[in-house]
Structure formats: structure tokens, C-alpha cells
Antibody
């Protein structure tokens, strides 16, 4: 069964940095684009970032562009989200999710992790 | 980038059908067929239930169906059941600088 397990969340002060990880298993990791999606407490879903299957192409939501960097290590089946200059409005559960069509970017997320909570507060 | 517009809540009795609209613009919903829908139960990760506007992933009940007219996509749940109580989000590709946009979300209540 496909598994995605996020880690790295926690409480961080405004302006500081944090790196999230997403460990994948039970599928050919290097064949699939991957997304980050976040959900502020009690709020809706917000698409955050996308990385292509080979890591060569990245896309970001306007709200995080220039502050967040998505990357991947295909040798370790792991996805990352480096978050810097964090703001209180970045407080959310962060999910990693798999692109259903693999290398074809359609934004259809067929498997999700359980999420990791990031709280930005002084 | 503004979120796609959904009603905050929709309710129905068991066995009834309900429809959740998702309104966007020609730059997203109206211009492309890259619309998907997600179901989210409290405290759980979202689940893909519709993609390519009308298609269902394997294992998703055929009580869920999708459609689109101009700038509005819709999710219909037929034969409403108690386990359908959840939040539902639409999602679309957009030509705005943000690549994808979610809807505001709809809470479905089974009376």
C-alpha cells in the first residue's frame, strides 16, 4: 500500500526556518510528481508547491513564493519542504501528496500523508 | 489568487441527492477540464473522489458524480448516506501565477 509519512513539524518563531520531510514507500518514487498542500486550523485546503518527478521543475503558490523551497531525494524516496521567513499565517497542517498521473501534471492527488502541524508563534 | 467559490454548507436527508457547485472563472474551471474533488472527514487527510471533471478513481462509490457547465463545476452525491458527512473541496488548474486553486470547501450534513 502506498505510504507517505510527513515529519518535521513543530512550533517555530516568526522569521525562523523549518524543514519538513515526507518519506514515501510502496511505489516507484522517481516516477511521480509530488505536491505539498496545507490547511490552517479550521480552514480550507491551500495548494503550496509541486515538484516534478525528476526534481527539475518546481512550482509555488504566490503566498509562499520566494520563502519556501521544495526538493526531493529520489535515492532516499524523500520529499522536502524548506520553509524560511515563516509568518503566523503559515500555521497549518502540511500534507504531502502524490500526483496521480505520475509525470504528467494534472494536479490530481491520489495518495496523501497524515500531515504534520507547523505552528508559527512567538 | 482567490479560492474557487463553494457554499459553506449543504444538507440532505438519507437517500436524497445533493449537488455542490464550485464556481470559478475562464482562467480556471471554465477554461480547463483539470477539475478534481476531494472528500475530507474530520481529522483525516483528504481523499480524491473525482478527477478530470467526471471520472471516479477505482474504489470510489458511483453515488459520486461530477459535471461542469461554463465556469461552474459540480459534485453530486446520490443516495445520501451518513458516511457522506464530510467536507468537500473542488480543485482546478489555473492560469494565474498560482498553478492550482482549491475551492472554499463545503460541509455536507446528513439530516
Amino acid at each position: 500500500q502506498v505510504q507517505l509519512v510527513e515529519s518535521g513539524g513543530g512550533v517555530v518563531q516568526p522569521g525562523r526556518s523549518l524543514r519538513l520531510s515526507c518519506a514515501a514507500s510502496e511505489f516507484i518514487f522517481s516516477n511521480y510528481a509530488l505536491h505539498w498542500v496545507r490547511q490552517a486550523p479550521g480552514k480550507g485546503l491551500e495548494w503550496v508547491a509541486l515538484i516534478s518527478y525528476d526534481g527539475k521543475n518546481n512550482y509555488y503558490a504566490d503566498s509562499v513564493k520566494g520563502r519556501f523551497t521544495v526538493s526531493r531525494d529520489n535515492s532516499k524516496n524523500t520529499l522536502f519542504l524548506q520553509m524560511s521567513s515563516l509568518r503566523p499565517e503559515d500555521t497549518a497542517v502540511y500534507y504531502c501528496a502524490r500526483e496521480m498521473y505520475g509525470g504528467l501534471l494534472r494536479g490530481y492527488l491520489d495518495y496523501w500523508g497524515q500531515g504534520t502541524l507547523v505552528t508559527v508563534s512567538s | 489568487q482567490s479560492a474557487l467559490t463553494q457554499p459553506a454548507s449543504v444538507s440532505g436527508s438519507p437517500g436524497q441527492s445533493i449537488t455542490i457547485p464550485c464556481t470559478g472563472t475562464s482562467r480556471d474551471v471554465g477554461g480547463y477540464n483539470q477539475v478534481s474533488w476531494y472528500q475530507q472527514h474530520p481529522g483525516k487527510a483528504p481523499k480524491l473522489i473525482i478527477y478530470d471533471v467526471t471520472k471516479r478513481p477505482s474504489g470510489v462509490s458511483n453515488r459520486f458524480s461530477g459535471s461542469k457547465s461554463v465556469n461552474t463545476a459540480s459534485l453530486t452525491i446520490s443516495g445520501l448516506q451518513s458516511e457522506d458527512e464530510a467536507d468537500y473541496f473542488c480543485k482546478s488548474y489555473t492560469t494565474n501565477s498560482t498553478l492550482y486553486v482549491f475551492g472554499t470547501g463545503t460541509r455536507v450534513t446528513v439530516l
